[in-house]
């Protein structure tokens, strides 16, 4: 439609690097430009590839891209040589270019308007799970279309594959923006530098008072005292008959709450012994028992056991407690799952029985340690007899449907902790024998009957119109509970102010910084502190601890690049390869990084501060560390990169993050008059500086 209707130039907007570099070849047989126009766009690709050394004119994704801009396609994302980027934008801009696959990323900043505008999908990935575009997305991507002085209007296309509300549609193209907000964070690199400057604690409240994030809680307040005026009215309004009674029977059930969350922290610690016990781990994961799978905060909800694996063991021969067990979980994936982007689906609607969460989405076997077994349910299903069949699978995720279904209003049933698990603790036992006690009083209780009337209507099951003014009650006092809480948690937030929270941080890591020598007890900034407050780029308290214990003094200037690479941050990788030399040369330095990074952790962790050590520690990854490691011993980019699965375009960036933070570490080292260590973070920078990751710009 495009072409015969002259729609042109486009841009075809996809949320996948890998989708762009995929969907032109769906275009073989189209050629969108002219002999005149091919001479023009060879000519242009020629004068570029002048600013890159000639040993790089070859690289494979150097002449893949000519053939396709010559017919008039591009492609445009982050993960692009930087130098082909520039060309494509290039080519665009002269019209050359008639249609270009590109990641949103393309309409940030750039002024290159087009004719139409194509969404593939309405959906995005954006980290944590799958979205709708957000109002601002889907304008500032659609705003591409309609060039001024050359056509009347733009012309917008979205591809939607899948059943869509007209409120979302509308929300989406017509609703509100997000809000700016600010993410003023206090870090360590800055708490020094003011510390460094004047008088500490009262610059960096300075700084605080007059940052954007204080103004927004300022701008905040009149508001919630405006709402906390009308809560106040509408309590006031709120009459409950018989309310001593009502509040007796809330407080049971308060009650009854309270002790079900402490038997349930009781049954999860007993769950996991048992499951880290070989022994047990065979009679609790049968074929068909559903387990909860939880991995930190993303909660996968719940799954279909297929299978317990052991590794670790080979014929028995290593002992029982040296064995580990992966759980082959049948579990309902978000779109994506067949290319490699696990997350879990989305929760599933009450009114979409007998359906998959959204379209798209699919139930797959995933591996799942058992570490990561939150719950174990008393419900087992009877699995097909081959999953290899996606039918197969689907009815499976079918089956939990319906029973997300039947179980809207309560939880799955669990395994009996006393008859199935035999727990026998004194104090689990005491909170069974409360709540039991607490479940009489409120069976006994008037408001007893009128509540389960109440939750037999709600749930379309009938029962009947008595205790209707006890439940008109009871809902009043509900109500009347809400308000006092929703008021209390405002008058919080009106009285602590943003100031005062940043007071506590503050503290905290001043804390952190005098523990590990950075400021002394007067928050005078130490030698330590002097070469932290030249980091920007990574960590500045684990590179100054690697710094001062020797750690980087001991390594080459190669072995110091390849070292600093793992505190850059690139996307998750599921392939790269370390030699035999990379691994010699550190495997001793990268675990006094990880030993190093622990200590760090847990200081601040000591000091009040919210930090996961686990998951600090595993932050700094040997992603890049092969790769660092060949380039600055000069190895041909292509070969690199074959070290890798990151894109061209991730591996250059991190590359000259990379180069940064040399620099950075170099200031560091000269700050404390550590000459010889200064130059060798200055020879590993100059290591990196060469081909086509310092290739000059197209623009300059």
Known sequence: MIVSRDFYPVIVFSFSRRECEEHPKALQKLDFTSAEEKTQIREIFSNALLCMPEEDRELKAVVNILPLLERGIGIHHSGLLPIIKELVEILFGESLVKCLFATETFAMGLNMPARTVVFTAVKKFDGQEMRALAPGEYTQMSGRAGRRGKDDRGICIIMVDEQMEKESL???????????????????????????????????????????????????????????????????????????????YAELRAGIATCEKEMLVHINAETAARLADPAHVQNFLKAGRMIRVRDGDTDWGWGVVVNVVEVGAEDGAAPAGDRSYVVDTLLQCAPGAAEGKLAPAPRIAHNKTGQLSEKGC??????????????????????????????????????????????????????????????????????????????????????????????????????????????????????KAALDEEAAALRVE????????????????????????????????????????????????????????????????????????????????????????????????????????????????????????????????????????????????????????????????????????????????AAVGDGDLAAKFQAGAESLRHGVVFAASLYL
């Not at 690199?189 to 809680?217: C, D, M, W």
């Not at 009308?230 to 009674?245: C, F, K, M, Q």
């Not at 199935?420 to 007893?448: I, N, Q, Y």
């Not at 520690?617 to 990169?641: I, N, Q, R």
């Open 494 to 669: 009106i009285k602590s102010t943003e100031l005062s929270k940043f007071r506590h941080e503050l503290a905290s890591r001043a804390r952190v910084l005098t523990r590990l020598g950075h400021v002394d007890q007067d928050q005078v900034v130490l030698l330590k502190g002097r070469a932290a407050c030249e980091v920007d780029t990574a960590d500045e308290l684990l590179v100054t601890e690697l710094m001062f214990n020797g750690c980087f003094g001991r390594l080459d200037h190669h072995q110091l690049v390849a070292l600093s690479s793992c505190f850059m941050p690139v996307e998750k990788s599921n392939h790269f390869v370390m030699s035999s030399e990379t691994k010699g040369a550190l495997d001793g330095p990268m675990r006094e990084l990880k030993e190093t990074a622990k200590m760090v952790a847990e200081v601040q962790l000591e000091c009040k501060l919210p930090i996961e050590v686990d998951d600090f520690v595993e932050s700094f990854k040997p992603t890049l560390v092969e790769v660092a490691y060949c380039w600055s011993k000069g190895m041909h980019f292509d070969e690199v990169c074959k070290k890798t699965d990151l894109f061209e375009g991730t591996v250059i960036r991190a590359l000259r993050r990379l180069d940064e933070l040399m620099m950075e570490l170099h200031k560091a080292a």
């Open 170 to 248: 509308q929300n989406m193209c017509m609703g509100q923006p997000q809000p700016l907000n600010s993410e003023f964070k206090l870090s360590y690199f800055s708490i020094l530098n003011l510390l460094k400057r004047a008088s500490g604690t009262v610059n960096a409240e300075y700084v605080i008072a007059r940052s954007f994030h204080q103004f927004q809680h300022t701008r905040a307040v009149p508001a919630k005292l405006a709402r906390v005026a009308a809560i106040d009215e509408e309590r006031s309004a709120l009459v409950v008959a018989g309310e001593a009674a009502v509040r007796e």
């Open 362 to 479: 699919t139930v797959e076997v995933v591996p799942v340690s058992l570490k990561l077994v939150a719950g174990v349910s008393a419900i087992r299903l009877t699995l097909p007899d081959d999953l290899r069949q996606r039918n197969a699978r689907e009815s499976v995720g079918l089956a939990l449907n319906e029973l997300h279904q039947r179980f809207a209003h309560e939880a799955f049933p669990r395994i009996d902790p006393v008859a199935d698990m035999g727990m026998s603790d004194p104090d689990f036992l005491d909170t069974v024998a409360r709540c039991e006690k607490l479940e009489r009083k409120l069976k006994k209780h008037p408001m007893f009957k009128a509540a389960s009337s109440a939750k037999a209507r709600a749930s379309g099951a009938g029962g009947g119109d008595g205790g209707g003014a006890e439940r008109f009650a009871l809902e009043q006092f509900e109500r």
